[in-house]
């Protein structure tokens, strides 16, 4: 609970908010000239707020040579720290890896149950957006938007390009959703993952392709995938 509060006192400004929100976005390594730039603030404030999300440990620092002589500048990236904000506590990722653990045991027909729930899941989530015009009407750059969006609010922070050429999308995930739960079930965790993603795409298309290039998990900075589509 004493950690809970300080990560909520700390999240509680909303310019260090936003730039924790910008870390997750991007991805990438800052200095506190950069995020003053940014943000419009002075360094000296920069500093304070990467300082205080470096304290909850959200955040982590080190110091990067740059070649020109002198003092070596600090830069600030995310930490592997996952924040689970809960009131009363709930320990939702003891739930998912019981859950996770009782599909393994059931062999490969619990397998394929998770991969198949992800799937209907990832379905779900786009249906939702079913309420204008019917999504054989919708443009594939307004399909696209709407995986875009959908992806934003489930916190992947995906980057989506559509390929004329070649019918395809190539996206980049940010944040894995799942990450908490990832460390002890990798592979079991990143197909569901794959099959929740693939069922959003075929909400909106028909027979997709789905092609992981990279995944974050293996030292990559982000999963990177291309979806081949058919056309609908």
Request: with cysteine; aromatic share 10%; charged share 25%.
């Amino acid at each position: 609970m004493e950690q809970t509060l300080k990560v909520t006192n700390v999240l509680s400004d909303p310019t260090r908010y936003n730039i924790y929100q910008y870390l997750i976005k991007h991805h990438q390594e800052v200095s506190v000239v950069e995020i003053a730039e940014l943000f419009d603030i002075h360094p000296n404030v920069a500093r304070l707020h990467l300082s205080k999300l470096e304290d909850i440990n959200i955040v982590e620092s080190y110091s990067l040579k740059t070649g020109k002589g002198g003092r070596p500048s600090r830069v600030y990236r995310l930490s592997n720290e996952v924040i689970e904000l809960n009131f009363p506590h709930r320990d939702y990722k003891l739930l998912s890896t019981i859950a996770i653990e009782s599909f393994v045991e059931l062999g490969e027909a619990g397998k394929h149950a998770l991969y198949q729930t992800g799937y209907k899941y990832g379905n779900k989530v786009i249906e939702r957006y079913n309420n204008g015009p019917l999504f054989e009407e919708l443009t594939k750059e307004q399909k696209i938007n709407i995986l875009e969006d959908a992806g934003t609010m489930l916190g992947m922070y995906p980057d989506f390009q559509y390929n004329a050429d070649k019918n395809s999308v190539t996206f980049q995930i940010k944040n894995c959703p799942f990450k908490e739960v990832a460390s002890t079930n990798l592979a079991m965790v990143c197909k569901l993952h794959n099959n929740f993603l693939k069922g959003m795409f075929e909400a909106l298309f028909t027979n997709v392709d789905l092609i992981e290039n990279e995944n974050m998990f293996n030292g990559c900075e982000n999963c990177t995938y291309v979806a081949k589509l058919s056309i609908v």
